[in-house]
């Protein structure tokens, strides 16, 4: 178990340091160091649940702690957080154990010097962790809030301001839980049917969704790209909320469809798919890596219809495309994924404060490629009215060539909030996708 955990800091310190893609980074150091299937699993477990608890890990290290969390070394720093969150989550695992083990990794740090103080700070803990104090909800309501759920403070109290505290704190404690794992069906190549029977053959458990047509809920999959039918482009992975998105576009066979910030290309596949693999679907991106990325998804699919290209979504020097339709899912804070990348709750808000500007001008590029006649529409998956609302308000007072256009709501679909027809933020607690914002209009000339 040596190597998980030595995976786990490993991943953990190149979040913290180069703030990577959790994902991306736990994918790597696990292949870079040849884990076998068991060790592998315990090392996500570890990095996951580490990003996902840090703030109540940190809370339970200052109380036994003379260093404040702030001032220790990186390294000192993620494997107490490690030892305490396997001693406080992971029952199977001896708490000695997982104290022995932060100790001796120490010793193999640069800061190996400070092995008796971790030493030190780890069997206090285990004295004393059921007799700590938890902050009081009468009290510090916040606080008490943001160390049940490791949400910081100010994202708690941005979305008390944006949605009201009810909607606000059932939003937090949902950003807690394990998301839910939805596939778009390639109705190209299989009917739903088809695909739901060859799916549970494989030991797949799947639950239809009633609600939009082609989207299936999965659960005990294993390793999705093993399965044959994954192999053979029967179905790519897309969350509700990404789905929906493409069905509020509305796109139509023989239509030009454009999706200017295409990347990893969930959406451009569905375009295509709902299409019937008829028309074209202009997927771009700015990185060439990206884009052949996107090529190759389409490609296991089997949708001819989609071109790949890379192409700046703001420069506004590119040949103009006249499409019928334009999906602009612009780049964001990601504030609404944060369940399937939980580093992204520890971001600086002030990192957050350009992306608004950015988005105003890759929308604006983007309503520029659409015929008269054609739609537009603008997405995020982020939770900030900045981002989100205030944009849409934004270009629609600075384009009068365009209307709102209301959106298609699926037959029975709730709204979280009160917003105008051709608006929508869906949320995790009430949609069970993730947290995502669209909004569409219509160029009248």
């Not at 902050?135 to 949400?151: F, G, I, R, Y």
């Not at 959106?407 to 917003?419: Q, T, Y």
């Amino acid at each position: 178990m040596k190597g998980a955990r030595t995976a786990a800091l490993t991943a953990l310190l190149q979040v913290q340091e180069n703030e990577g893609y959790s994902n991306l980074v736990i994918d790597k150091v696990i292949r870079q160091a040849s884990l076998d299937p068991r060790d592998a699993a315990l090392a996500t477990t570890i990095f996951y649940g580490v990003l996902e608890r840090r703030i109540a890990l940190d809370y339970w290290i200052a109380k036994f702690s003379k260093i404040p969390v702030g001032k220790l070394s990186p390294e000192v720093c993620n494997l107490l957080r490690m030892a305490v969150y396997q001693i406080r989550y992971l029952e199977k695992i001896p708490a000695s154990a997982a104290v022995n083990e932060a100790v001796n990794a120490v010793k193999q740090t640069k800061s190996a010097k400070a092995a008796g103080y971790v030493n030190g700070v780890l069997r206090a803990l285990l004295r004393g962790l059921d007799q700590v104090e938890m902050p009081d909800p009468q009290k510090d309501p916040l606080l008490a809030l943001s160390v049940e759920t490791s949400c910081p403070e100010w994202l708690i109290q941005l979305w008390e301001t944006s949605y009201g505290k009810g909607c606000a704190h059932a939003l937090v404690r949902a950003m807690s839980e394990k998301p839910p794992l939805f596939i778009r069906v390639n109705t190209t190549k299989l009917s739903v049917e088809d695909l739901v029977l060859l799916l549970e053959q494989e030991g797949v458990h799947v639950d239809i969704e009633e609600m939009l047509p082609g989207a299936l809920r999965l659960s005990h999959t294993g390793a999705m790209d093993r399965l044959e039918a994954f192999q053979k482009g029967y179905f790519h992975v897309q969350d509700l909320s990404s789905q929906l998105c493409c069905w509020f576009l509305d796109p139509k066979p023989g239509e030009v469809v454009a999706d200017v910030c295409a990347a990893p290309g969930g959406k451009t596949f569905t375009l295509a798919e709902w299409m019937q693999n008829q028309g074209n679907v202009l997927a771009f991106d700015l990185y060439k890596g990206k884009v052949g990325l996107i090529r190759k998804g389409a490609q296991r699919l089997g949708l001819s219809i989609v071109q790949a290209q890379v192409r700046d979504a703001c420069d506004p020097m590119q040949p103009l495309l006249e499409a019928d339709a334009v999906l602009c899912d612009a780049p964001c804070s990601g504030l609404g994924i944060i369940r399937r990348k939980p580093e992204i709750r520890y971001k600086n808000p002030k990192e957050l404060k350009g992306l608004p500007d950015l988005q105003r001008q890759i929308l604006a590029q983007a309503a520029r490629e659409v015929r008269a006649g054609g739609r537009l529409l603008y997405s995020t998956c982020s939770l900030n009215p900045a981002e989100n609302g205030e944009v849409a308000t934004w270009f629609l007072q600075n384009h009068p060539d365009f209307a709102p256009l209301p959106l298609p709501l699926p037959e029975g679909f709730p709204r979280a909030l009160k917003e105008p027809a051709h608006q929508i933020t869906l949320m995790p607690h009430v949609h069970s996708c993730d947290g995502f914002f669209v909004s569409a209009f219509q160029r009248i000339h």
